[in-house]
């Protein structure tokens, strides 16, 4: 191994003080003190404090303000529904106490990060629960930034409200605004969500619909007069935990250059989302940064982001809706320009302009580097007599699946995996791989055609072959699943997980 050769050793020091005499060797000791480095550490070792806590606990709310709207207590993040909006810098550490203040397990997932496998939030696959009255500290270092979220991964404690917005500002801002606005959307049931699936399988009408809640076929949202698919029937849609069009208001100046931060954290509920008056420029999808692309509209499922910006040129009020696809309800809010009264202009009608993936395309190059391609076809299915959803053909071991055969979907450290999902169902399905980022391959695309959008959520719609690619660099063991989650509480996931040769 080199080293430096003009510095001292320590044995030179010592062998060349032994030949002086004492007052020289006092000299000598003296250098030899000084290279020894002094200890920074000047107190007893320590964790960290955490930026955030996180109290997870139960309390009874109606956010629909329901005439029966509460008999079921939430699972809340610091009794807030959303919970807490917890911001960091790129290139901080995330730091974040969890105290788990239930009478059952939990444990939180924070969804699109890149994160050590044992922090990912996943009970039984990548962490042990939170049992009732324990803590956990998650700490990790902070690669990326944009838009995510975080939620629970224990039974079906995310439609009970325990679920949150996770913002990671950049180093550098490649858009600079005069505000940034996050909006969380989530639908809601006015009963207990275990009682859905028993429901849907005893052949229930409705499931999710309880006495007094609205639901009127006449005005179900479609896409171009086509019905949108539903299997569960929210009472209604909450924009940053407030219904209807008693929603948020965002206040703003004529001139502003507006971010909004679009979050689907509902359970099982697609939005299409519009501006009125106004188009929307996307400039990121998933917390990945895209080539700035003008619509009018976008439909995005669980667990998917959109980042976009809109300019305010002129004084005025204007709703933001989040229209439920396949139910009544939408879920409203405002911009509106500083003390003006006027009443909101409502969305009469979408826009033509409608997002598609093949218009989102990376500002960088996103083919991935070579490798050994390892391919996974993966049918999206199930048995819809006895409610039970699969990938290839097989049922991941969950609460509602009563004989699971899923076999881990193995790969190893470097492969560029590729995964094509036939939507064989009449539903569609917002596919979410954890820990890893990829590459979306829409129909009639070459696989290595440069500048591919980056994403985490993909929809799957009914009928169509979804594609995607990554690189295997996050070794463990990470969650494949459907976003919506009855779906996955019926067994529509896999486990992808990392394995290494004999012999390697």
Partial sequence: MPHDS??????????????????????????????????????????????????????????????????????????????????????????????????????????????????????????????????????????QNGTYWYHSHVGLQEQQGLAGPLIVEPRVERHPVDHDFVIFLQDWINTSPYDMIPEIRNGVPMPGQTAGDFWSKNQVNTLGGKPWEVDVYPAGMLMNGQPGRKGPTFNVKKGDRVRLRFIDGATSTFYRVQVAGHQMTVIATDSQPCVPVKVDNFIFGPGERYDVLVDITEDGAWEIEAAGMGTPHSAIGTIRTSFNKKMAQPNQTFGKKLLTYDMLRSPYPTTLPDGPVKTFTLDLGGDMMNYLWSMGGEYYKEAYVPNPDALPLEIEYGDRVRVIMPNKTKMAHPMHLHGHF??????????????LPMKDTVISNPGETTRFEFTADNPGNWFFHCHNLYHLAAGMAREFRYTVSEGV
């Fill in 6 to 143: 003009g510095s001292p050793s320590r044995r030179g020091i010592i062998a060349a003080a032994s030949a002086l005499p004492l007052g020289a060797s006092a000299l000598a000791a003296t250098a030899m003190r000084k290279t020894q480095p002094e200890s920074s550490q000047t107190s007893p070792p320590s964790q960290a404090e955490p930026d955030y806590v996180l109290n997870i606990e139960n309390k009874n709310i109606n956010p629909l303000e329901s005439p029966d709207g509460n008999p079921y207590p939430a699972v809340l993040a610091n009794g807030e529904l959303p919970g807490t909006e917890m911001r960091f810098k790129e290139g901080e550490n995330f730091r974040v106490l969890v105290n788990n203040r239930l009478l059952e397990p939990t444990t939180v997932h924070w969804h699109g990060m890149l994160v050590p496998n044992l922090q990912d939030g996943v009970p039984e696959l990548t962490q042990a629960p939170i049992e009732p009255g324990n803590s956990i500290f998650y700490e990790y270092p902070l690669r």
């Fill in 438 to 451: 990829y590459r979306v391959v829409p129909a009639g695309t070459d696989w290595d055609t440069p500048n």
